[in-house]
């Protein structure tokens, strides 16, 4: 088949090289001028380094996107934790470190939460509590969990505001990019279960050590080119012919038409709508996808004189930080002595993402040098902040994810927000290419 993947971001260069490697005829239609949707890396002028437009991580349970990268040949441009151990540091530069024991699972955490300096006993006790209801939580009562948020859910396990703020937000934000107070529990759970009850491995965090472009973007293009695919840069798809209800075309940029046998739309839901027929809008799924909202993440690269940290990466409590990832350890960018560091920051607060760049960096700055000592001698040669306003989808509850078939029975849906399980992560978005390619490929057979 003739197959058109509207959309080269991870899930629809997953989809594109799973279709290729069947045997079909691929062509990913991409607006922009580059590959990789949210994603993907560029040469920074001033530094010549390579710079993610957001940084990314997985985890060791993130198993499809792992496999990805071996398909790709780019697992070893990853730097991997064999047991999670993350260094946190609080806003005056106390550090406590959270990791994962050999102790059996269930107790793997207890060592550190016990020794956690950021949190009290008070609040120890509160989440002690909350994992064991996680643990023991029964088939009957996951029911309600899609209607409610997963702050809700804490409260009605004692859970007291501050222990919500300084320990579950930390854990949800980084992956769902959005609070407790937002999120459904389901979504929250499924987190927790994956990442700290089924293995204790699972939650083991591992970074790219090269650019994302680098790491899976050009060579997912150089395999479905490989396989006989094509992907098309700077080709804007303006609208979704549909006739005799199913798809007649796509009506490129200049009025041109494509035609293909079947269409993967691998747009987010807010990009999708506007390019199909009204009638078609208000037809389920597609009248759900109006439901979703988008939700940004913020990045800010800071360049310094000298080295300032020592980890690969950090966690920060009670700060605008959140996380920093030091390029310059992960990925060999030291030169000269200088240091790269990444600040990411998910959920970012209302004041922060419109204000502009440098008004950014004179925020966050002087609380990354009250945090880590290193930094306040330190001179900041260069900065970048970086702003994805459209970075994952808001989780929130009764919000019904879609799988990958449609009314139109040659239309199909890509995206991590489609029905994978998984929040809106790369693991999400290469599990929906996938899986949208199998159901084309079974359609076809």
């Not at 949800?172 to 937002?182: K, Q, S």
């Amino acid at each position: 088949m003739k197959v058109g993947i509207i959309g080269a971001g991870l899930a629809g260069l997953a989809a594109g090289l799973e279709l290729a490697e069947n045997g079909h005829e691929v062509e990913v239609l991409e607006r922009r001028p580059r590959a990789g949707g949210a994603t993907y890396s560029f040469r920074d002028d001033e530094t010549d380094d390579e710079v993610d437009n957001g940084q990314h991580l997985f985890m060791e349970c993130t198993t499809a996107y792992r496999a990805f990268l071996e398909r790709l040949g780019t697992l070893h441009l990853t730097y991997r934790q064999e047991r999670l151990h993350v260094p946190v540091f609080d806003r005056d530069g106390r550090r406590s470190d959270l990791w994962s024991s050999n102790l059996p699972l269930g107790l793997h955490l207890a060592p550190a939460i016990l020794r956690y300096r950021h949190l009290s006993w008070r609040q120890k006790a509160q989440i002690v509590r909350a994992f064991l209801a996680l643990r023991f939580l029964q088939v009957h009562q996951r029911g309600r969990l899609e209607d409610i948020t997963f702050e809700e859910w804490l409260r009605e396990r004692k859970q007291s505001t501050d222990t919500i703020r300084e320990f579950w937000d930390f854990l949800v934000i980084p992956t769902l990019n959005c609070r407790a107070g937002e999120t459904s529990a389901s979504q929250a759970i499924f987190v927790l279960e994956e990442g700290f009850q089924k293995d204790a491995r699972a939650a083991a965090l591992a970074v790219p050590a090269v650019g994302l472009s680098t790491l899976h973007v050009e060579p997912a293009i150089r395999a479905i080119e490989k396989r006989g695919g094509t992907v098309s840069l700077r080709t804007k798809i303006e609208g979704i012919e549909v006739e005799d209800g199913r798809v007649a075309g796509l009506t490129v940029r200049g009025g041109e038409q494509r035609c293909f046998d079947a269409c993967v739309s691998a747009l987010p839901p807010w990009r999708l709508l506007p390019l199909l027929p009204k009638e078609v809008r208000a037809v389920e799924p597609f009248a759900g996808l109006a439901r979703f909202q988008p939700a940004p993440i913020l990045n800010l690269h800071l360049w310094f004189d000298r080295p300032v940290a020592d980890f690969a990466f950090a966690a920060f409590i009670r700060s605008e930080v959140q996380w920093a990832f030091n390029r310059s350890h992960v990925g060999g960018e030291d030169r000269e002595g200088r240091q790269h560091l990444v600040i990411s920051i998910s959920a970012p607060a209302d004041d922060l993402f419109p204000i502009p760049r440098e008004e950014v960096c004179a925020r966050i700055l002087p609380q990354l040098r009250e945090a880590l000592p290193a930094a306040r001698e330190a001179q900041l040669v260069q900065y970048r902040v970086l702003k994805e306003p459209e970075a994952t989808f808001v989780p929130a509850p009764g919000l019904e994810r879609p799988g990958p078939r449609t009314p139109l029975p040659n239309l199909f849906l890509a995206g991590s927000y489609t029905n994978t399980g998984w929040p809106a992560t790369m693991e999400s978005a290469v599990r929906s290419g996938l899986t949208a390619a199998r159901v084309v490929n079974d359609r076809g057979t």
